[in-house]
């Protein structure tokens, strides 16, 4: 059940290429239905919701996730992502609040952009452990698992090939990942968990580790075509069955 929530929803954007479009966000929030799926089984599996508000120049973002009380007897889930980004969605600082059953953590990264590269300071908080620092680098533009998401949504998608691959870096907290993206096309008329219909770009996304292990299985995100991108429905590969995250408004 890790990464469920977070993984899932947590989008990574496109640093190479193509460039960004002018997507400007004021105070928003939206929410997710998580569904479990396996067979003829559809269950409401957790609810998360995403919001971003205006500070300063930039943004403050937070992710909060949980499952509902029928999961919580299997697997119990209370994590929440904050972020605060500048104008361009380049994180300055994030944090990870885990609450996964008995297991509790806290993560802070710290973020310091110079010239093309990044570096980060990643201080890991363990219940009964040290605490540990952990410093990341990247040469090129590194995002976290929340900013990373309006990353996405800020890219011009009419400058994306089909069928193209593209590579960006992701600090998730110890490591550093690279996120692969191929942009599939434009879905005409995606459906989604209260039978309304929408246009939206897919992309399949995949996560490995700095030596190429595969982190986390593959993932499908469809995005709005309108003005404000937003994330409709998230599909992630469990060893049983896959998890839906439709967005419910």
């Not at 996405?152 to 110890?174: H, P, T």
Request: glycine share 8%; charged share 20%.
């Amino acid at each position: 059940m890790r990464k469920i929530i977070f993984s899932i929803l947590a989008i990574a954007g496109l640093a190479l290429s193509p460039a960004s479009s002018a997507l400007t966000l004021g105070n928003e929030s939206l929410n997710y239905q998580i569904v479990f799926h396996w067979g003829m089984v559809w269950k409401h599996a957790g609810d998360a919701t995403l919001s971003i508000a205006k500070s300063g120049n930039g943004y403050s973002a937070r992710l909060t996730g949980k499952t509902r009380s029928w999961a919580d007897k299997i697997y119990t889930v209370r994590d929440t992502l904050k972020c605060t980004m500048g104008a361009n969605f380049r994180p300055i600082k994030y944090e990870k609040f885990t609450h996964e059953n008995s297991y509790y953590a806290h993560d802070v990264v710290a973020f310091n952009s110079s010239g093309s590269g990044t570096t980060a300071a990643c201080t890991r908080y363990r219940k009964d452990k040290p605490t540990a620092h952990i410093n990341l680098s990247h040469g090129g533009a590194a995002y976290d698992m929340l900013s990373v998401f309006y990353m996405l949504r800020s890219l011009d998608y009419e400058k994306l090939q089909a069928n193209k691959v593209y590579k960006s870096c992701v600090f998730s907290g110890k490591e550093k990942e690279t996120l692969t993206i191929k942009y599939v096309g434009i879905e005409p008329s995606l459906q989604l968990r209260d039978k309304s219909r929408h246009q939206a770009y897919h992309l399949k996304l995949s996560f490995t580790t700095d030596n190429g292990k595969k982190s986390s299985d593959g993932i499908d995100a469809y995005i709005s075509t309108g003005p404000q991108r937003i994330p409709l429905l998230v599909v992630g590969k469990l060893k049983i069955g896959e998890i839906k995250c439709y967005y419910a408004k």
